[in-house]
């Protein structure tokens, strides 16, 4: 197999991988028979490709061609996940922050990336395992990451856990710093560590840091603010601002004006998305800039996802006054029936918006003494039978409120209004911030970077330096591909099945498009007779020029 190992390898050089990693690795055991960089360049580039388990990588590699891989013809059947182990050891012992320092400076030069706006994002790395030795401890003298539980992202509360700290460029959403940290470390406390890397990346304070609602504590963005910076982030529902102004909007008609106009996310000739701004009439406490936002699809969302949940929870209570209210009722107190109506309330989320009362009553029940058929002599014995009801009702003040606060959005900003307009702070937080998320789901489910099943924390936490490394790669592709395209005025490629257009190729699309290229050799008594090279598909040489190759180079190992 060739695949696009060709396409891999020219963005790995360009990156001065082996030579970065070379300069920084531990000097290798004069014993070892598989150098850890090696390992380390098969890793990479199956982590970019088709992510296999470590203990499958022998396998993976003796399909492909091994000068592609970096290796020598004898040196496939030495991959095994041992060595691959212990590659990764010698990289968590080597200085990684000065390893990622030289890999993402040289990157930043080579690829003339824009460091102007930077998106921050977190995400949880899930882990199975019990990890009761990961606790920070040293390991060959380096401290290590605690894997505990934590609010985990990936909805997996009963796995422990990693946070994943990343952070993008605006141009090509190309990443220029992560760190990894202990389980149950708040997103909060992570920004001002974040900030200044970033400030020594950039070399000044002259960037625009944009995140999400932890980062709005008055200590981070004061921090920022008083060292020069400038950050973008949404306000939180737990501020008293946002309280204060929807409290406004019950009794004004506040002026919105216009500021951008999107195309629907889902239906090619739906109604664009119509995104006003206003000025918050309540000042920031700290003096910041204040701007709110209603969004014509956010109004349209509110009042369904409002409306869907009131649903489910009126079919709810209605099936659970059935229950309570049978001849056969399970229930033994009015705290229990209320209970029950109050786990429904909480589930679907609609405590604000239903009320519900438990009540009980005593009524007589008779019954018979003794066996058999009621007659005259008979004997009743009068017992007192508990029976409960359960009501509700519709708090009509409450949903009238949050529907006239429906689509609207608060972000803040320490920049002024002739700084940065109403429409560019918008663009920033709401079309480039979900860049992070498109890296995290290229982390998680390109490269499979969870659920995570290695036991050593420390090989962990080199793993997933690979793991960066191999975004790097995924991205810059994808940023080439599409920058070529915008300068040669390509509005789409014909890479999806049936030669449908593609308007903006991803890095997974274009590596499949090489993936069925296979180079054939002919021997004969164990010696090479003709060698026949893959056949370059003409879709496949247009990709090669977007991204400045020829044929020719792309099939020379």
């Not at 197999?1 to 920084?24: C, D, K, Q, T, Y």
């Not at 909007?249 to 995104?275: T, Y």
């Not at 009362?357 to 007192?384: C, D, H, I, M, Y």
């Not at 480039?432 to 420390?458: F, G």
Request: hydrophobic residues 40%; glycine residues 4%.
């Amino acid at each position: 197999m060739v695949g696009a190992l060709p396409l891999v390898n020219h963005v790995l050089e360009r990156l001065r991988f082996e030579h970065i990693f070379e300069r920084h690795l531990p000097a290798p055991d004069p014993r070892a028979t598989l150098p850890p960089l090696q390992a380390l360049g098969v890793l990479v580039r199956n982590l970019v490709l088709a992510r296999v388990p470590l203990y499958a990588m022998e396998e993976w590699a003796r399909e492909r061609v091994p000068s592609l891989l970096g290796l020598a013809p004898e040196q496939v059947d030495l991959l095994n996940d041992d060595r691959v182990g212990r590659a990764l050891d010698r990289l968590f012992d080597t200085d990684r922050q000065a390893l990622l320092t030289a890999i993402l400076v040289h990157m930043v030069k080579e690829f003339k990336i824009s460091l102007e706006e930077l998106h921050n994002d977190s995400t949880t790395i899930t882990l199975h395992g019990q990890y009761k030795g990961a606790n920070g401890k040293r390991v060959r003298g380096k401290p290590t990451l605690v894997v505990t539980l934590g609010h985990n992202k990936d909805h997996r509360p009963d796995l422990k856990q990693l946070v994943w700290i990343l952070t993008v460029s605006a141009d090509g959403a190309v990443p220029v710093y992560f760190k990894v940290v202990d389980g149950n470390t708040e997103d909060s406390t992570t920004h001002i560590e974040t900030w200044e890397r970033l400030r020594l990346l950039v070399g000044s304070t002259r960037f625009l840091y944009v995140a999400d609602s932890k980062l709005c504590t008055r200590e981070n963005m004061k921090h920022i603010n008083s060292n020069g910076g400038k950050f973008i982030t949404v306000m939180p529902r737990s501020r008293k601002e946002d309280k204060l102004f929807k409290d406004w909007l019950q009794a004004n008609a506040p002026a919105w004006q216009e500021v951008a106009r999107k195309p629907h996310p889902r239906l090619k000739h739906g109604l664009p998305d119509v995104f006003r701004a206003l000025s918050s009439p309540i000042p920031d406490p700290d003096g910041f800039r204040v701007i709110w936002y209603q969004s014509s699809h956010k109004i349209e969302r509110d009042a369904a996802a409002r409306s869907t949940a009131l649903q489910s929870a009126w079919k709810a209570l209605v099936q659970l006054k059935a229950r309570v209210e049978g001849p056969r009722p399970r229930f033994r107190s009015c705290a229990s029936v209320a209970a029950a109506a109050d786990d429904i309330l909480k589930e679907t989320r609609t405590e604000r918006w239903i009320q519900c009362e438990a009540s009980s009553a005593e009524g007589a029940v008779f019954r018979k003494e003794t066996r058999g058929r009621p007659g005259t002599n008979s004997r009743w014995r009068r017992q007192l039978k508990m029976s409960f009801r359960l009501d509700w009702a519709l708090r009509k003040e409450e949903i009238d409120y949050d529907a006239r606060t429906d689509g609207v959005f608060p972000l803040i900003t320490d920049y002024s209004e002739a700084e940065l307009s109403d429409a560019r702070v918008l663009e920033a937080y709401k079309s480039n911030q979900p860049l992070v998320e498109k890296r995290h789901d290229l982390l998680k489910n390109v490269e499979a970077a969870t659920p995570m099943y290695l036991k050593s924390v420390s090989r962990i936490e080199a793993l997933l330096f690979m793991h960066f490394v191999a975004l790097l790669a995924h991205a810059l592709i994808e940023r080439e591909v599409r920058r070529a395209m915008r300068s040669r005025r390509l509005r789409e490629l014909p890479l999806y099945p049936e030669d449908r257009p593609c308007k903006a190729p991803s890095t997974r699309r274009v590596l499949e498009v090489f993936e069925n290229l296979q180079r054939h050799v002919l021997y004969r008594n164990g010696r090479e007779i003709q060698r026949f090279e893959p056949e370059v598909s003409g879709r496949q040489v247009e990709l090669l020029q977007l991204f400045g190759m020829t044929s020719d180079a792309f099939l020379t190992p």
